[in-house]
């Protein structure tokens, strides 16, 4: 399981922030309509920041990561590679998911990838 952690952190910091946007909306079950509701904003806007076309102002940056459930830093951050050596505790999932093109898993101590 550590092995995957570690492929999915990878794979993920490698991400632009658009790329990002797209695969934690995806992660959540949204589709680009129901992002851009719930942010407020328009459908042709959502489409724009998953497709690189325009980056999010700082006042949407809160919105976005709210919308995606993650931290702002988790989108727009610098992020480092997963390190097995900082979780606490057991190394256990709670919740571990693939579909298609996509992880998502959340460990017993919070943490979520």
């Known amino acids: 399981m550590m092995e995957v952690l570690r492929k999915i952190n990878e794979e993920f910091v490698k991400m632009e922030v658009h790329e990002r946007i797209r695969f934690l909306r995806k992660q959540n079950n949204l589709t680009i309509k129901e ?30 990561a709210s919308v995606l459930g993650v931290e702002e830093r988790i989108i727009f951050g610098e992020l480092q590679k997963f390190d097995e050596t900082k979780i606490e505790g057991p190394k256990e999932f709670i919740k571990y998911e693939k579909n298609e093109d996509s992880f998502i898993g959340t460990m017993n101590n919070g943490y979520s990838f």
């Open 35 to 64: 992002a851009a509701e719930k942010s407020i904003t328009t459908e042709k806007c959502w489409s724009d920041w998953e497709r690189g076309k325009s980056i999010p102002r700082d006042k949407n940056k809160k919105i976005i």
